[in-house]
Nanobody, 121 residues
């Protein structure tokens, strides 16, 4: 069994900052790419940022220069520092990870339960 648990969402004024956290736990052999996605009301889920186990991070154009994704492999965790928040950043933010479980040979995609971020104008 594998779980992803997010934390850190909340209500913030435009221009403010929030830091999201996500930690994976369970029977994990290896975690490959991890990332953050978001879904606003009435819209499809979209990529925010991803980070591979090693290599270059990837950001959506809408958050470049404002959001920073980071990773702590020792803790099986990723973080999303969100600065200069805008009302259009309001969404449920989901953590995603491609994980190979112990005793398995291929990776599976796992999702967290989501955390609400609301930016007021």
């Amino acid at each position: 069994q594998v779980q992803l648990v997010e934390s850190g969402g909340g209500l913030v004024q435009a221009g403010g900052s929030l830091r999201l956290s996500c930690a994976a736990s369970g029977s994990i052999f290896r975690i490959n790419t991890m990332g953050w996605y978001r879904q606003a009301p009435g819209k499809q889920r979209e990529l925010v940022a991803t980070t591979p186990s090693s290599g270059t991070t990837n950001y959506a154009d809408s958050v470049k220069g404002r959001f920073t994704i980071s990773r702590d492999n020792a803790k099986n965790a990723i973080y999303l520092l969100m600065n200069s928040l805008k009302p259009e950043d309001t969404a449920v933010y989901y953590c995603n990870a491609f994980i190979i479980r112990r005793g398995w040979f291929s990776e599976q995609s796992y999702w967290g339960q989501g955390t609400q971020v609301t930016v007021s104008s």
